[in-house]
């Protein structure tokens, strides 16, 4: 079983020089592989990432800072409810109608 290597086979240049160019060559390729994925795609990576972290903080901080404000809506229409309570025998059915 041959080995596995990035590259060419050696077979397909005999020339020495030629099998360095493919080296120089296949090299060169694997480095600016290795470039776009430092240069270009981690980064994207990283701002995607921390958009989206960034985004969960504030939805929890939104939610957070809403607690007070409930909370005294709650209150204000508690003690509105309570002060426009009926009274028992304000409301009286009609005993007329057939």
Do not use: H
Request: aromatic share 6%; hydrophobic share 65%.
């Amino acid at each position: 079983m041959e080995q596995l290597r990035l590259g060419f086979p050696p077979r397909d240049a005999a020339n020495p020089v030629g099998r360095l160019l493919f080296g120089l060559v296949t090299v060169l390729i694997g480095l600016a592989a290795a470039a776009l994925v430092i240069f270009v795609v981690l980064p994207l990576l990283g701002i995607i990432v921390s958009a989206a972290v960034g985004g969960m903080i504030l939805a929890i901080a939104g939610v957070i800072l809403m607690i007070p404000f409930m909370l005294v809506a709650a209150t204000v229409l508690a003690f509105m409810a309570k002060n426009n309570v009926r009274r028992a025998g304000v409301l009286r059915t009609r005993t007329d109608l057939r």
